[in-house]
T-cell receptor
Framework: QKEVEQNSGPLSVPEGAIASLNCTYS??????FFWYRQYSGKSPELIMS????GDKEDGRFTAQLNKASQYVSLLIRDSQPSDSATYLC??????????FGAGTRLFVKA | DTAVSQTPKYLVTQMGNDKSIKCEQN?????MYWYKQDSKKFLKIMFS???????INETVPNRFSPKSPDKAHLNLHINSLELGDSAVYFC?????????????FGPGTRLLVL
């Protein structure tokens, strides 16, 4: 069974702090990894994608990928209350299939 | 303009009924998906279609029957609804299903089976 695992949280951080979200995946053939943000009652929207080992930065967000450890992470710098949401880690396993983790709930306290 | 739209937004029905959910995308994408998100927020793929052809059926009960009349539309018909079918159903699309593509999600259909 191909899986993507995340700590469900909730993860609570104060405003301005760094939020660190982690994810592991079981299928070594996974090529592409995504972080989606989902606000309560809304649909998922893409925050970051990463395909190669190392770091990828976009504004306040940094995605990190370590294929040897089968580990993906998302760092949110200068966290804002508006970042409070569920963050879904996803892995594209090939063949039109993307596996999502159960999500980590993040609360940013003002 | 809404990129991926779904109707209805809410659906409340009795056990045993048959219902349909419609999805349309105006992004010009070739690949469309149905996902089920349960109460614990777990988003699970049900079906993938590429150019109107079924690619993935992720061990979904055959009470669920998707239909893609054209590349822009993917509908989901559910027969003999059960309590466990209560969930949010999301339609999504991507350019052609390749590994590095973003998926764009519709607003979701909240199904409650009583």
């Amino acid at each position: 069974q191909k899986e993507v695992e995340q700590n469900s949280g909730p993860l609570s951080v104060p405003e301005g702090a760094i939020a660190s979200l982690n994810c592991t995946y079981s299928d070594r053939v996974s090529q592409s990894f995504f972080w989606y943000r989902q606000y309560s009652g809304k649909s998922p929207e893409l925050i970051m994608s990463i395909y190669s080992n190392g770091d990828k930065e976009d504004g306040r967000f940094t995605a990190q990928l370590n294929k040897a450890s089968q580990y993906v992470s998302l760092l949110i710098r200068d966290s804002q209350p508006s970042d409070s949401a569920t963050y879904l880690c996803a892995a594209h396993t090939g063949g039109f299939k993307t596996i999502f983790g159960a999500g980590t709930r993040l609360f940013v306290k003002a | 303009d809404t990129a991926v739209s779904q109707t209805p937004k809410y659906l409340v029905t009795q056990m045993g009924n048959d219902k349909s959910i419609k999805c349309e995308q105006n992004l010009g994408h070739d690949t469309m998906y149905w996902y089920k998100q349960d109460s614990k927020k777990f988003l699970k793929i049900m079906f993938s279609y590429n150019n109107k052809e079924l690619i993935i059926n992720e061990t979904v009960p055959n009470r669920f029957s998707p239909k893609s009349p054209d590349k822009a539309h993917l509908n989901l018909h559910i027969n003999s609804l059960e309590l466990g079918d209560s969930a949010v159903y999301f339609c999504a699309s991507s350019q052609d299903g390749a590994a590095q593509e973003t998926q764009y999600f519709g607003p979701g259909t909240r199904l409650l089976v009583l």
